[in-house]
């Protein structure tokens, strides 16, 4: 539970859908919850085309909802502003959008275009970060030697992916949707991408993350979402917190009244492992 009594983020009753008419196909039916708190590390795992991705565009209001509520701090989100929210749960895409200029106009872009985040900069009763913090972030993920006066475009694909996180932990969201953070990026690079990822939680933030090759990583309790917004609790691996998750979104079936029995079962599992149980 957070200091204010309420998770980061809460998801109850979300009905998803992506597309319409005849291609429309149903991500959650309505009968699934969940919440996220301050410094859950969050993998989002599952098969292509089984909605990862379409689950973080709704989460970050980028998609409508077709029913359910979504908490930012116990606030419904028809209740807190589109852009204030996505300043403070802020996606990162799996393709980077990289705007035309240098590698320092696109770090600042948000910071220097962006009433929300000018209004968030004055609220931290701070400036904008100088030469100094932007290399040392560029750094940080495995951008050495890179030039601020360099063209962004002139970077290759896995350059622009970390340049555009780099760019996003810059706006100090809360939670950062991360969609496929380590594709194009080399083994080594994919290590610092894990441990600023977890440097971010570590400072109080919280991140999901999706990759289709370094789920491995990640070894913590699993929640098992399927298409029929079924829920299942997996205990962590030996000797790891259940405050690390990971979800699996799967074409499976379950029912909501089984649902229900397993996470009721799993409770005192989780209370067990962990004094803080933040998805059941």
């Known amino acids: 539970m957070s200091i204010t009594g309420f998770p980061l983020l809460s998801a109850e009753s979300l009905k998803i859908q992506r597309g319409e008419g005849n291609d429309a196909k149903l991500i959650l039916n309505g009968s699934c919850a969940f919440a996220v708190e301050r410094s859950d590390f969050i993998y989002l795992a599952g098969a292509s085309g089984v909605g990862k991705s379409t689950l973080?565009?709704?989460?970050?209001?980028?998609?409508?909802?077709?029913?359910?509520?979504?908490?930012?701090?116990?606030?419904?989100?028809?209740?807190?502003?589109?852009?204030?929210?996505?300043?403070?749960?802020?996606?990162?895409?799996?393709?980077?959008?990289?705007?035309?200029?240098?590698?320092?106009?696109?770090?600042?872009?948000?910071?220097?275009?962006?009433?929300?985040?000018?209004?968030?900069?004055?609220?931290?009763?701070?400036?904008?970060?100088?030469?100094?913090?932007?290399?040392?972030e560029l750094r940080s993920v495995g951008l050495y030697d890179i030039p601020l006066e360099r063209e962004a475009a002139s970077l290759?694909?896995?350059?622009?992916?970390?340049?555009?996180?780099?760019?996003?932990?810059?706006?100090?969201p809360k939670l950062v949707l991360a969609d496929e953070p380590m594709a194009g990026v080399d083994e080594v690079a994919v290590d610092l991408v894990f441990s600023r990822l977890l440097r971010f939680c570590e400072e109080g933030g919280a991140v999901i993350f999706t990759s289709h090759v370094h789920g491995e990583r990640v070894s913590g309790a699993q929640i098992?979402?399927?298409g029929n917004a079924g829920l299942q609790l997996i205990a962590p691996s030996q000797g790891r917190c259940p405050c690390v998750y990971t979800y699996f979104l799967t074409q499976s079936s379950q029912s909501t009244t089984e649902s229900h029995r397993v996470i009721q079962a799993n409770e005192n599992l989780c209370e067990t492992l962990c004094s803080s149980v933040s998805l059941c």
């Open 56 to 136: 973080l565009w709704a989460l970050a209001r980028l998609l409508p909802l077709k029913a359910g509520v979504l908490r930012w701090g116990g606030i419904r989100h028809t209740e807190v502003a589109v852009a204030r929210w996505r300043a403070e749960l802020a996606l990162l895409p799996q393709k980077p959008v990289i705007m035309p200029g240098t590698v320092a106009d696109n770090l600042l872009y948000p910071l220097h275009r962006f009433c929300i985040q000018k209004e968030r900069l004055s609220e931290r009763h701070e400036s904008l970060p100088d030469s100094g913090v932007l290399q040392k």
């Open 156 to 172: 290759s694909g896995g350059q622009q992916a970390r340049l555009a996180l780099v760019r996003l932990l810059l706006t100090k």
């Open 224 to 226: 098992v979402l399927d």
